[in-house]
Nanobody
Framework: QVQLVESGGGLVQPGGSLRLSCAAS????????MGWYRQAPGKQRELVAA???????NYADSVKGRFTISRDNAKNTVYLQMNSLKPEDTAVYYC?????????????????WGQGTQVTVSS
């Protein structure tokens, strides 16, 4: 079983910072791309940032220059450093990863999701 476990969400004032972490555990052969999505109330889930196994990154226009995604391959962990937070960043943030499980006979990778962590930006 492969699991993604997020941590680091919470309540922060506008202009503040938070750092989200997501650790993958279980029988893992390799992890390809990892990313963060978010879903605000009444809105669709959207991509915030993504990072490939080679550390190429991609960001939503709304977070460029404020958020930074990184990963530690030795720890199977992806991070999202969020600075200059705005009220419109309020959402549930979900970790996503494309993982090839270390299971005999597996011939492809699969998409895994974390349980989500709430980020609230409010004064």
């Amino acid at each position: 079983q492969v699991q993604l476990v997020e941590s680091g969400g919470g309540l922060v004032q506008p202009g503040g910072s938070l750092r989200l972490s997501c650790a993958a555990s279980g029988s893992i052969f390799t992890i390809n791309a990892m990313g963060w999505y978010r879903q605000a109330p009444g809105k669709q889930r959207e991509l915030v940032a993504a990072i490939t196994s080679g550390s190429d990154t991609n960001y939503a226009d709304s977070v460029k220059g404020r958020f930074t995604i990184s990963r530690d391959n030795a720890k199977n962990t992806v991070y999202l450093q969020m600075n200059s937070l705005k009220p419109e960043d309020t959402a549930v943030y979900y970790c996503n990863a494309d993982i090839w499980p270390a299971v005999a006979g597996t011939s492809r990778s699969y998409d895994y999701w974390g349980q989500g962590t709430q980020v609230t930006v409010s004064s």
